[in-house]
């Protein structure tokens, strides 16, 4: 286990090095940038030890792999992101222990969301998350909204009852205008987060970039980042 959290120490410093030479590159404080470790298909002990390290936001995208995950570490101080296309019948299980949806998009997954955070007394956060390769209205290969289905789903989400409608996400996408094209797709993200803000003040995080372009994202503005690889290493899939 010293050999682990030596291993994850090391990969969390160069992480953090990155985050803040590209914050500095930019202009901006580090401050500015929160990173989210993604621990999909790693085991609680490595989050339990992420949690040693300082980190307090980790992100999940399989209900089945994160939510005995997120029960065996629910005494660490830590904020439970999910990342993945979420279906309505886990909505209950995420959130059991989700602070914060990530990829919301679709207004059948915001009624979900508010009947069930209602029906547990609690604000869940909320990003739509924005698909650059869709049409304009369409879904995205993995998950997401089309530019256009942006401020209606956006109102669907203010408007619900145990929701909190807190900003945008994207993941670069492989195909369409933006394919290859990081910093432009979240340029792009960046433009769609300012439209989004003149009707909802509030909605100010953008998370963009994971392990190859988080420098793309700081250097755009994104507010998070989502880095798993460069953090955890490559490792086999959980059973």
């Known amino acids: 286990m010293t050999d682990r959290r030596d291993q994850l120490a090391g990969n969390l410093a160069q992480v953090e090095n ?6 500095v590159a930019a202009g901006r404080k580090r401050e ?5 470790v993604v621990t999909k298909t790693y085991p609680a002990s490595d989050v339990r030890i992420l949690s040693e390290l300082g980190v307090r936001h980790v992100a999940e ?3 089945q ?3 005995p995950k997120a029960a065996e570490c629910s005494d660490l101080p830590l904020s439970w992101h999910f990342v993945g296309q979420l279906q309505t019948n886990k909505v209950r299980s995420v959130l059991g222990y989700a602070d914060l949806v990530q990829s919301v998009d679709r207004a059948r ?3 979900a969301l508010s009947k069930e955070a209602v029906r ?3 604000e869940v956060g909320c990003l739509i998350q924005v698909a650059l390769d869709a049409e304009e209205s369409g879904r995205g290969e993995r998950g997401g909204v089309g530019v256009g289905g942006i401020e209606e789903l956006g109102s669907l989400v203010a408007a619900a009852p145990g929701l ?16 290859g094209r990081q910093q432009a797709a979240f340029e792009r993200l960046m433009d769609l987060s ?4 003149r009707a909802h003040p509030a909605a100010n995080m953008v998370s963009a970039g994971m392990s190859t372009d988080l420098e793309q994202a700081v250097a755009a503005g994104a507010t998070h980042v989502r880095v798993g690889t460069a953090v955890l290493g490559v490792r086999p899939r959980l059973g």
């Not at 500015?32 to 989210?36: K, P, S």
């Not at 409608?165 to 394919?179: F, I, S």
């Not at 300012?194 to 803000?197: E, H, I, L, N, Q």
């Open 120 to 122: 547990m007394e609690r």
């Open 164 to 179: 909190r409608l807190d900003g945008l996400m994207t993941v670069a996408p492989l195909t369409g205008p933006y394919a």
């Open 109 to 111: 997954l915001v009624t």
């Open 18 to 23: 990155r985050i803040m030479a590209a914050c």
């Open 65 to 67: 792999d994160a939510a």
């Open 61 to 63: 995208n399989r209900d």
């Open 32 to 36: 500015e940038v929160t990173l989210i």
């Open 194 to 197: 300012t439209a989004m803000r």
